[in-house]
């Protein structure tokens, strides 16, 4: 099994960063990908940003070149640093892994995180 465990989730005001953590732990796969999502009140999950082992990343068009994506191998840990905030980017956010290429789907993951709770206030 794998366990995603994430953190770095607050309340900051527009314009502002905020930086998300996820450690994973438990079995690991040579060939998979994670992804960031996220999901607000009333709306279904989407993606938010995503990368596979070979280093490929991919962002939603709402948060390129504000979002990004990065990870320390060494910690186990992928991070999601958050620019110029938006009231909008409001959501809990999640990070998620597959087996297999990144996908926007986020029924096709199966490894999940708790959430944390991102809050831009206007």
């Known amino acids: 099994q794998v366990q995603l465990v994430e953190s770095g989730g607050g309340l900051v005001q527009a314009g502002g960063s905020l930086r998300l953590s996820c450690a994973a732990s438990g079995r690991t796969f040579s060939n998979s990908a994670m992804g960031w999502f996220r999901q607000a009140p009333g709306q279904e999950r989407e993606f938010v940003a995503g990368?596979?082992?070979?280093?490929?990343?991919s962002y939603a068009d709402s948060v390129k070149g504000r979002f990004t994506i990065s990870r320390d191998s060494a910690k186990n840990t992928v991070y999601l640093q958050m620019n110029s905030l938006k009231h909008e980017d409001t959501a809990v956010y999640y990070c998620?892994?597959?087996?297999?290429?990144?996908?926007?789907?986020?029924?096709?993951?199966?490894?999940w995180g708790q959430g944390t709770q991102v809050t831009v206030s206007s």
């Open positions: 998620a892994l597959r087996v297999g290429r990144l996908v926007v789907d986020a029924t096709q993951y199966v490894y």
């Open positions: 990368f596979t082992r070979s280093g490929i990343n």
